[in-house]
């Protein structure tokens, strides 16, 4: 009996489309255990889970399209989550109906402000168009971000990271901002952390209480969906 | 119970992606679903059971999903890089002017809509 040929195993091993699969659920759950083990915002899961993907990929030779085509199985769920995103902003109709002017005024005013800020700041020290696309729905909530940046001609993948930056810089700041400018609401302040930090400020707005915590999803939610539905009517 | 939820949350999608590929190109079918499904909520007055524990599920691995997509930075990481410094004051800059202004503004709404409501106790 000769050896097992382990080169080619291996060859196998990469080649099997569950390989893919399988690289995502294993660095998921290691960037999540990493996550909770440290407690630090940086270390966001998608972030970290990525870094391991693409690593892992680098190092075996797998380019990015067959990684993608085999990990489709993972990926087919996005759009499915993105409808679910209806049903958290659905919660929050109470308190949308008894402040809506106030929210609406803030959400909309404070959004095209960062939008236009944001465009104006990088394209003025020359950033590439689809740069710019890419970073024009990062206010938004990740998967809506993506499907924005792809309609207006920007990449999926860059605006995942500037999602990611985002969320962290603003929850970073956050704090430090809003006692500057002496916003003391909970129901203020909690906005602005979802308007402009999205789900990871919105986990630091629950640190704050509870009316602050709700006040930022329903900031996210509601923001994404803005974004969702105006940005690419007028960038497109 | 999760199947049930699912199916609704794919037929919307795919609704959703028929009127993007025929009526309103601008919107991507999954925005599109996801619009629909706050519509139906609405006229529902409610969350079915079923949706509401899809949802829960879906959304708890959400960063899951999202890793797949986000790997493609992997084929645009010289973009990134070429135009690191005009992105990273483009979103500092806007995060330390729109961060105060959204909390200021909200507070100020919030305290004239208690006076008006004060005045008119």
């Known amino acids: 009996m000769s050896g ?38 940086v270390l966001q899961p998608v972030m970290v889970g990525m870094l391991l993907v693409v ?14 085509a085999d990990a489709s199985m ?42 236009a800020l944001t465009l104006a700041i990088a394209g003025a020290l020359g950033a590439d168009l689809s740069v710019l696309m890419s970073l024009s729905p990062k206010a938004a909530t990740m998967p809506i971000a993506m499907l924005v940046a792809e309609q207006l001609g920007g990449l999926a993948s860059l605006a995942a990271v500037f999602v990611m930056l985002t969320g962290v810089i603003g929850t970073a700041l956050g704090p430090l901002l809003l006692g500057w400018a002496g916003v003391d609401h909970p129901a203020a302040r909690g906005l602005s952390y ?24 329903l900031g996210m939610s509601l923001l994404g969906i803005l974004i969702a539905l105006f940005l690419p009517l007028v960038l497109g | 119970m999760i199947l049930k939820g699912l199916t609704w949350l794919v037929v919307l999608q795919l609704l959703g992606s028929v009127i993007h590929l025929s009526l309103l190109p601008a919107l991507p079918g999954p925005i599109i679903g996801m619009v629909l499904l706050f519509g139906l909520l609405l006229l529902r007055r409610g969350i079915p059971e079923p949706l509401e524990k899809t949802a829960a ?13 986000a790997a493609g930075i992997m084929t645009s990481s010289e973009a990134l890089l ?22 200021w503004l909200m507070q100020r709404l919030i305290r004239r809509m208690d006076r008006r409501t004060e005045d008119q106790a």
């Open chain 1, 4 to 41: 097992v040929d382990w080169h080619s195993v291996w060859t196998v091993t990469l080649d099997h489309p569950l390989f893919s699969v399988a690289l995502t659920l294993i660095a998921f759950q290691l960037a999540l255990a990493l996550y909770r083990r440290s407690g630090w915002l």
């Open chain 1, 55 to 68: 690593g892992t990929l680098y190092l075996c030779g797998i380019d990015y399209a067959s990684y993608r």
């Open chain 1, 74 to 115: 993972i990926a087919v769920l996005v759009g499915p989550a993105t409808v679910a995103l209806a049903v958290p902003l659905y919660r929050h109709i109470r308190r949308i109906q008894q402040l809506f002017w106030p929210i609406l005024i803030t959400l909309v005013s404070g959004g095209v402000l960062g939008v």
């Open chain 1, 194 to 217: 979802g308007i402009n930090a999205h789900a990871i400020g919105t986990a630091r707005a629950l640190e704050e209480g509870d009316e602050c915590g709700a006040f930022a999803a």
């Open chain 2, 57 to 69: 599920l879906l959304l708890q691995y959400l960063p899951l999903l999202l890793i797949v997509p």
């Open chain 2, 82 to 103: 070429a135009d690191l410094p005009a992105i990273a004051a483009g979103l500092v800059l806007s995060l330390v002017v729109t961060v105060p202004f959204c909390g």
